[in-house]
């Protein structure tokens, strides 16, 4: 079976920083991708930023672009989000998901596997 776990969110100050962890099952983190996505409260949910650790290829939204990393470490498992410049729209939860990176748009992979999610909260 399939599991993500999601960590690191918490309370931020505007213009702050913090990074997510994403722990998968060793099962697929090779062959897969896992993306981060979020939701505001009243929101939908929205995708942020991918890697497909298939090939290391990176996607991202506008909206993070230049203040959001993503990388993978393979001997952890672990994939995470580096979060710079956070502003009080990026208040949301985040989830973790896993995908077979198929496909010209990766927002609209198959997201098969989701973590339970993880608050940020940014204030003003």
């Known amino acids: 079976e399939v599991q993500l776990q999601a960590s690191g969110g918490g309370l931020v100050q505007a213009g702050g920083s913090l990074r997510l962890s994403c722990e998968a099952s060793?099962?697929?983190?090779?062959?897969?991708?896992i993306g981060w996505f979020r939701q505001a409260p009243g929101k939908e949910r929205e995708a942020v930023q991918c890697i497909s650790n298939r090939d290391g290829s990176t996607y991202y939204t506008e909206l993070v672009k230049g203040r959001f990393t993503i990388s993978s470490d393979s001997a952890k498992n672990t994939v995470y989000l580096q979060m710079n410049s956070l502003n009080v729209e990026d208040t949301a939860v985040y989830y973790c998901?896993?995908?077979?990176?198929?496909?010209?748009?990766?927002?609209?992979?198959?997201?098969?596997?989701w973590g339970q999610g993880t608050l940020v909260t940014v204030s003003s």
């Open positions: 060793g099962s697929i983190f090779d062959e897969w991708a």
């Open positions: 998901a896993a995908a077979l990176p198929v496909g010209s748009n990766w927002y609209e992979w198959l997201w098969d596997y």
